[in-house]
């Protein structure tokens, strides 16, 4: 009787501390405390950087894109650059050295002359004359004539005399200007010139060397004569040179009225022209 009763008693005991203890296990569950964030000290050093992780911000303003600055713009309002324009060259600056260029203007007048013995007038010079002349003749700055751009151009076929006759036998068997309608002179050089001739005034005697070229024949010939400047770039003159029929391979004018014509031949440039420099 008394160990059932020690038994019961330790059986209430056991039922009272399994009541407490099922009673603390019902309370509120303790909140676990947040584990700690990482810091930078703490990262692995082997991570990623940030910012190629780091996923962009849409409301972020983008990132100016850096550009070359562009070169200075000229004002709207700025008239654009350009070279100078020059005024042309004067009196000094041709005196100096400049190059020029003499060129034949209207007036000008080419003239060959050929002594005729004439049936009934007896000796007689033949005069034929054209105003049909054209040309130029360059100087580089040294006062040199520049041959390559210089030329004075006859028409042939114009040239005319008194007598319609001769002209034609002329054109067609002396000058054969439906072959060779041109009458060309090139100048290579020219003595007695002054150093400036811009500014020249006065008469001065010159000889002009060059080439000139009748039909198919080309010889070397000098022209002599005068020229007169006026002091302000106009210039006028006259020059003239001789050669035989023979020189050029020309046949002798013959007509019933002539009895003879002379061999040499006169030719004469009657000119008026301006320099101008270049």
């Not at 909140?31 to 990623?48: I, L, N, Y």
């Not at 303003?61 to 709207?76: F, H, K, M």
């Not at 041709?94 to 002359?113: C, D, H, K, N, Q």
Request: aromatic fraction near 6%.
């Amino acid at each position: 009787m008394t160990l059932n009763r020690s038994a019961g008693l330790a059986t209430l005991i056991a039922g009272a501390l399994l009541a407490a203890f099922l009673v603390a296990c019902a309370g509120e569950p303790e909140v676990p405390t947040a584990a700690p964030q990482p810091t930078a000290e703490s990262m692995p050093a082997t991570a990623a950087p940030a910012a190629a992780t780091t996923a962009p911000d849409p409301t972020a303003a983008p990132a100016p894109t850096e550009t070359l600055a562009p070169a200075e713009a000229t004002p709207a309002t700025e008239t654009p650059t350009e070279a100078p324009t020059e005024p042309p060259p004067t009196a000094e600056a041709m005196s100096s050295g400049a190059a020029a260029v003499f060129t034949l203007g209207e007036g000008t007048i080419a003239r060959y002359r050929v002594e005729e013995e004439l049936a009934n007038t007896g000796f007689f010079v033949a005069v034929g004359e054209t105003q049909d002349v054209a040309g130029s003749i360059t100087f580089d700055e040294s006062g040199e004539v520049v041959a390559e751009d210089s030329r004075i151009v006859v028409q042939a076929a114009t040239l005319r005399t008194d007598s319609g006759r001769r002209d034609g036998y002329v054109r067609n068997r002396t000058l054969e200007t439906d072959t060779y309608p041109e009458v060309v002179f090139v100048p290579t050089s020219i003595e007695g010139l002054p150093e400036s001739l811009a500014d020249t005034s006065g008469q001065v005697h010159v000889q002009i060397i060059g080439d000139l070229t009748v039909k198919d024949q080309t010889r070397e010939v000098t022209w002599d004569g005068e020229i007169d400047f006026a002091g302000d770039g106009a210039a006028t003159g006259s020059v003239a040179v001789e050669f035989t029929f023979d020189d050029f391979g020309m046949n002798k004018p013959r007509v019933a009225i002539v009895l003879s014509v002379e061999d040499t031949i006169r030719l004469e440039l009657d000119f008026v022209g301006a320099i101008t420099a270049q």
